[in-house]
């Protein structure tokens, strides 16, 4: 139960509902799989694994929750060309071409056709609500995903007030300004970044095992370069990449932070994971705290 990546989203006002609440309202949008003709299913499944008793997992203050969607894998090439072999045999038996809208309608009378042949996949995306600290954290690699836990969310509960943390001076500057060796003291840098140079439209630049100091990497920065990438280490706790959209991703605990759960053995599975996911959502808002206070004050 250690996420590897996060999107994170603050609360604009106190948490209206308590851990009871939540759960009641998710188990009203439970996940059900897909019908015969369904493209696709999402809601809600048992956030510490199939065996777990409720949807969501209370750990402190920390809320534990898991969106499951299944979709339907229907591959184009094979929709196209079985809509193709249809389209022909209208041309032969009538002698005509068959386009616009006629043509989608049988398009879309096929798909509905294939469906119940098709196989399934299913995607987890999971997310803590820090209920004191007034975060929600979502392990997720592209805001897509982000947003589509935070809207669902939003929906199961009536309201959801959060928005991204709001910030002044642009992260590529302040990520700059650290490469160049004006970091906080209790951060320091890895060996990998990505660089762009926007006024010339250079492209992107990544670079990696590399000592960020080096004298190349900083005469990309003097030649107008910025960093919207950087890898750090953070107070013994964790190392991760911070990118531009204040996302952060690859994240990493340190063996410090893990070893303190070594006495737990993996037998028992679900004490196990209450205990990982009670450090990993302690020390991870701790971080993102201390981002709020760099990135705000930057």
Sequence with gaps: ?????????????????????????????????????????????PALGPKAATLTHNAGDFLLVCLKKQEKVLPAAVVREQLEDKLKEIEEAEGRKVKGKEKQNIKEELIHT??????????????????????????????????????????????????????????????????????????????????????EDEGTLRIKNLSLDSDDLQNHLNNGKQVTKIAVDWDDTLSCVLADDSSIKRIKF?????????DITDEDKMARLDADFALMSGELTRFIERLKAVYTQA
């Design 1 to 45: 139960m250690w996420f590897k990546n996060a999107f994170f989203y603050q609360f604009t006002q106190d948490v209206e509902f308590n851990a009871e609440q939540i759960e009641e309202k998710l188990q009203e949008f439970s996940f059900q799989p897909c019908g015969k003709t369904d493209m696709q299913s999402i809601g809600w499944t």
């Design 114 to 199: 294939l469906l119940p042949q098709a196989f399934t996949k299913s995607s987890f995306v999971n997310a803590y609500i820090a209920m004191k600290a007034g975060w929600i954290v979502i392990e997720a690699s592209s805001p897509n995903k982000a947003e589509e836990l935070t809207a669902y969310l939003r929906k199961c509960l009536g309201s959801l007030p959060v928005i991204p943390l709001e910030i002044e001076t642009p992260l590529m500057a302040t990520f700059t300004e650290w490469m160049r060796g004006d970091h906080p003291s209790d951060f320091s840098l890895g060996t990998e970044v990505e660089l762009k140079d926007f006024a």
């Design 254 to 262: 340190s063996d410090v932070v893990k070893e303190q759960n070594e």
